[in-house]
């Protein structure tokens, strides 16, 4: 390769990776969303992982650790409660920042939307251990690396 040739390759490759910018990062900039205007978080009705009362008002283990994640982050938290197709379906498209509750193991949303990873949730002290996730948006590496982290370091202080 001429030297000539080696200074091009060099400058290419220097102003594609300039064009990169941070990785991981979300397609819809869904981690500044939550830190500019606070979480939104669908909530199936879905005991006695989550609950929704007549009020609107959001309960059960998995509310709990939504509430933990946008705690430890200095988010505000708004839960829009709904059906859990319509909720999905906002989900998809990137107007909710996660959907909990009412997830199922066959559940037809799994190849649309992101997942996080297990819980590790029991709904009483001496219940089972049901595989439990929080819905994500497609697309949103940062956010869904964000609510896995704070996950993992939850496990290791248990």
Do not use: N
């Not at 938290?77 to 193991?105: C, K």
């Amino acid at each position: 390769m001429t030297r000539t040739a080696a200074s091009v390759a060099a400058l290419a490759l220097l102003l594609v990776l300039a064009g990169c910018g941070r990785y991981p990062r979300d397609a819809d900039d869904m981690t500044a969303q939550a830190a500019e205007r606070g979480m939104r978080v669908g909530a199936s009705h879905d005991p006695p992982w989550l609950t929704v009362g007549a009020d609107g008002a959001v309960h059960g283990p998995e509310a709990t650790l939504v509430e933990a994640f946008a705690r430890s982050h200095g988010y505000r938290l708004t839960w829009i409660p709904g059906s859990h197709d319509a909720l999905m379906r906002d989900l998809e498209r990137a107007r909710l920042h996660a959907v909990a509750g009412g997830h199922h193991p066959d559940s037809p949303w799994k190849p649309k939307v992101g997942w996080s990873r297990p819980l590790r949730l029991r709904a009483s002290g001496d219940g089972a251990m049901p595989e439990r996730r929080i819905a994500l948006p497609p697309g949103q590496s940062a956010w869904h690396l964000a609510f896995d982290g704070f996950l993992l370091a939850r496990e290791e202080r248990s």
